[in-house]
Every structure is written in C-alpha cells, then in structure tokens.
C-alpha cells in the first residue's frame, strides 16, 4: 500500500480507542493477539496503523509516536520491514502459505531490533486450514510479536481463534457525533446525512462515501421506480435499474425498507431508516403482516446469497425470478 499517513484527528472517534489501547500497551496488560470486531468504514485501518507505528517507534512521547524517526518514517511511506500487512485489497484469500510465510517473518529478529506487526485485515478471509495453523502461531508466539485481527462479522462467533485472542469491540460513534462529522466534511443535508448514516450501520466514513459517490441517487431513483412499479403492482418494472448496477446493494436497500415496514406495523417509529420513503414503507405496513414482509426479507436474502456465492450465475435471470416469486407473496400475481 502506498503512503498512509492517516492520523487520529481525521477520525475522532478513534481518539478513545487509541488512547485506551495504547495505555494497555503502556502497562503491559494487553494480548499479542488482539482481535477488533466492528463494521465497515469506520477507520479501523487507521486505528491500527496509529497503534504500530507507536509500538515500532524509536522515540514515543507519553502515548504518541514521534512521526520523525527512521522507523516513523518507514512507517509512512509503508515500507516498515517489521510491519506485515495482509488481505490489502478485499478478495484476497489467506492461505496456509501465508500462515508459513508469518512464521517466517516472525521467529526471525525484528528488523530494526524492536517489535514485530502482524495485520490480518479480515479473518473471514482465511481458509479453514490456515486459521488451523494461525491458531497454533498463536498458541506460543515469539515475544515482542503483535497480531491484529479485524473480524466484520456482527454475529457472535465463538470460534476457537476468538478464545486465543484479546477481543475488543469499535463501535460506532453516537449518531449526533457522525452527524456533526459529515456537516464538517461539509455535506450540509441533514436528511442526507441521517439516513445515509443509517444505511450503512451507524458508519460516517461509509455515508459521507454514499453520498459523494452517487449511491444516493441510484436509491432515491430505484425508490422510484418502486414505488411506481408498485402502483401498477408489477415488480418486473424494476428488474433493469436492479440488475443495471450495485445489485447487491439495492437488495439490502429493498430489505432495510421491508425492515422499516415491520416497525411501523409495530408501531415503533422512534428509529426508522427510510423515514423519507413513507409512502412506500406504508404501502407495505398497512397492506401485509408480519409473516408476509419477514417472509419478503427472506427471500430477497436467499437471492442476494446466490448472487454473491454461485460463480457465473445469470444476474438478470435470478432476478427476474426472484421478482416474480415476491410478486406471488405479495398476492400481485395468483
Ligand atoms: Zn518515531
């Protein structure tokens, strides 16, 4: 990866964290293997890049690093030989080969005669075999070696890699704190901003991208479409703007609504998601029960898995039968 100089002050709700990790550090009370569940788009890559370049740091002040000396210095311009780095883009496997190659690199010395980074970005990614021999590592690792592992899964896993390492939760910031982030990164709509935050999980750094990359057009025009396609109780008006792009994306939007649907229908409405969508969220909440909008959502879950595990399956054709069936549950075909 190329020069990452990102620092805590871009992501202040990484400050605590930070200070709070660095001070377990500090007195020697934490785990070489310390595990970071928490969602996307939340800096956690920041969070942990700022934690070993204190930990390889030749001169640390109090809890900071000291950003001038040599190893600071390879630190940002990535070519710290004692800072590991795996799955840099999001499709790469880790493989036993990489487990190997770790061990290599960790019962070597350090490099520069200090502490040793290992950084699994996402244990999703790691086969079965390699987490087998990731867990034997971990067992008995040399001393002054540190893992980092980010685990985006929000199901409780008590796998055997969870009990072989320190787990610490990053939640996201309080929703009025991203709030005031995206008016400082000067997306100044309100709306805009609450439900973009609420779309994707409480997370600042994910809206301000959904914002500014058109993701908020393409769902304000698929929203649209079905609300139209919806008075006309024909689904299959929307197959083209699903299947066009970020398919994936648009059924989770389908499906946050469908959740909305349900809270209406009983009745909490402190927390809605879509709360600009009401007439949609209402056509589906005053017009089906509970079984029916639970039994829409999975469905549209079902899909959305063969969409993203069968290898060369015919988008447009899966589509196309899933908006059909949801037209039978819906009662608009018999
Ligand atoms: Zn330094």
Redesign the pocket.
């Known amino acids: 990866m190329a020069s990452k100089t990102i620092y805590m002050k871009h992501y202040p709700w990484l400050k605590n964290p930070y200070k709070r990790i660095i001070k377990q550090h500090q007195i020697k009370k934490t785990h070489h293997a310390f595990l970071i569940k928490t969602v996307r788009g939340l800096g956690v890559f920041t969070l942990v890049w700022n934690i070993s370049t204190w930990l390889l740091?030749?001169?640390?002040n109090g809890i900071e690093?000291?950003?001038?000396?040599h190893?600071?210095q390879l630190m940002s311009s990535g070519n710290h030989p004692d800072w590991h780095q795996y799955m840099k883009n999001r499709n790469e496997i880790i493989t036993i080969d990489h487990i190997r190659e770790i061990n290599e690199k960790i019962f070597k010395y350090p490099q520069q005669g200090k502490n040793k980074i290992i950084f699994l970005s996402n244990i999703q990614k790691l086969t079965e075999s390699a987490k087998n021999a990731l867990l034997k590592t971990l067992e008995e690792p040399p001393k002054n070696t540190w893992f980092f592992l980010i685990d985006y899964r929000n199901i409780i896993i008590n796998s055997t890699l969870h009990s072989r390492c320190l787990i610490y939760r990053l939640f996201p910031p309080q929703e009025k704190n991203s709030l005031n982030w995206l008016k400082n990164q000067n997306l100044l709509n309100k709306t805009f901003n609450v439900i973009s935050l609420r779309i994707n999980q409480g997370s600042p750094i994910s809206a301000k991208k959904f914002i500014n990359n058109g993701l908020w057009e393409e769902r304000k025009n698929l929203f649209v479409f079905f609300l139209r396609s919806i008075k006309n109780y024909n689904l299959l008006k929307i197959l083209p703007i699903l299947s066009m792009n970020n398919t994936l994306l648009k059924i989770d939007w389908i499906c946050l609504l469908l959740f909305d649907a349900i809270q209406i229908y009983f009745n909490i409405k402190k927390q809605l998601i879509n709360f600009d969508q009401l007439e949609l969220i209402q056509f589906f909440s005053h017009n089906y029960n509970y079984f029916t909008l639970n039994q829409s959502i999975q469905t549209w879950t079902k899909c959305r898995y063969r969409l993203s595990n069968i290898p060369g399956i015919n988008n447009e054709l899966l589509l196309l039968e899933q908006l059909l069936k949801w037209e039978k549950i819906l009662g608009f075909i018999v």
């Open positions: 740091c030749n001169e640390i690093s000291c950003k001038k000396c190893s600071c």
